[in-house]
């Protein structure tokens, strides 16, 4: 599934926030994340790790 | 319940989905069809339809917004409607907007999207969309939603049949075609579907509906019912026509009136 699930890992847990994730957005302190559906999330800190090949998954840490 | 007609590509599902629509009809059922096959485009000149819906991915703003370099902030931007349906916890058809839902005597028929160019990507947002939308529709209990699936079992690694109550796997005569109902019922078996039967179609004699049976029970599919070669389906296919008023007709409203009651 080429749409990605999004993590956020914080206190060392990492919690699943969002799927079907179709589209990704910088923002000043984060990353907007929009579903295919147009359902929006704000997610604080950077990116650790996008997986495009197996999970299709994109880690975020606070 | 939500029905989803599955099988090897040219194993005949469109034509057996819309039989099944006139089937289900005839016994009283309100009868949702929804085309999750994003290939072939022609199940609504099956249903007797001049042209397809809109489809629901134009509704979604999907591909359209994946493939805006500078994406919006709001995904209904530049669709031309209104997204929130789609947000909806549930949905029911008589909430999606008129061009997004053809209607023939409650015969209603809703489509998810087709590629319809080369280098736009895959077909992961109409999987997507498919899934979402069966799990959310709402449906009478008196009416009943059919699935035209992609030939092949992608859709299943998609979750489309995620909130599917019955699986029907049309099996031509072909070893392929027994191979790939084998791997529906483990497929459709793995997510808990209680309902799947299979179905033989283009048959020509009786012994080749024995052999095909036998092989499927080896299997462990049960045969709901058969389908015999018919020349009209084959004539109304290859000119683009209705499907209405063959021997196949018949012999679907047989298998149907065999799992369903009347209502």
Redesign the interface.
Same mark, same amino acid.
């Given at each position: 599934m080429c749409l990605s699930t999004a993590y956020v890992i914080d206190n060392g847990q990492k919690e699943e926030v969002m799927n079907d994730v179709a589209f990704l957005r910088a923002e000043d302190n984060g990353f907007m994340l929009t579903t295919l559906l147009g359902d929006n999330r704000f997610v604080q800190g950077r990116i650790e790790s996008i997986d495009f090949m197996n999970e299709h998954s994109i880690v975020f840490t606070k | 319940m939500k029905i989803s007609v599955c099988g090897k590509g040219g194993s005949g599902k469109s034509a057996m989905v819309t039989l099944m629509a006139g089937a289900m009809r005839q016994r009283g059922y309100g009868v949702v069809v929804v085309d999750a096959d994003e290939s072939n485009s022609t199940l609504h000149r099956m249903l007797g339809f001049d042209s397809p819906p809109r489809p629901l991915l134009e509704l979604?703003? @999907?591909k359209r917004?994946?493939k805006q370099a500078l994406?919006p902030?709001?995904?209904?931007a530049d669709t031309g409607a209104d997204?929130n349906v789609?947000?909806q916890d549930r949905i029911a058809v008589a909430d999606l907007p008129s061009d997004f839902v053809l209607d023939r005597d409650r015969i209603r028929l809703i489509a998810v999207g087709k590629i319809l160019q080369a280098l736009e990507?895959?077909a992961?947002?109409m999987?997507?969309?498919s899934r979402?939308f069966l799990k959310k529709l709402r449906l009478g209990d008196d009416e009943v939603a059919i699935v035209d699936t992609e030939a092949g079992v992608e859709h299943f690694?998609? @979750?489309v049949e995620t909130s599917i109550d019955a699986v029907l796997v049309v099996v031509e005569p072909s070893f392929e075609s027994l191979q790939l109902a084998e791997r529906v019922n483990a497929l459709a078996d793995g997510i808990g579907i209680a309902s799947i039967w299979a179905v033989l179609n283009k048959v020509t004699s009786d012994e080749m509906a024995t052999r095909l049976s036998q092989e499927l029970d080896r299997r462990g599919l049960e045969v709901a019912g058969t389908v015999h070669y018919d020349p009209r389906i084959f004539e109304a296919g290859l000119e683009g026509r209705p499907l209405d008023g063959s021997k196949a007709a018949e012999e679907v409203s047989d298998l149907v009136g065999g799992i369903f009651p009347q209502r």
């Open positions: - | 979604a703003g @999907g917004m994946v994406g902030k709001d995904a209904s997204t789609l947000s990507g895959c992961c947002p999987g997507v969309l979402e690694g998609r @979750g």
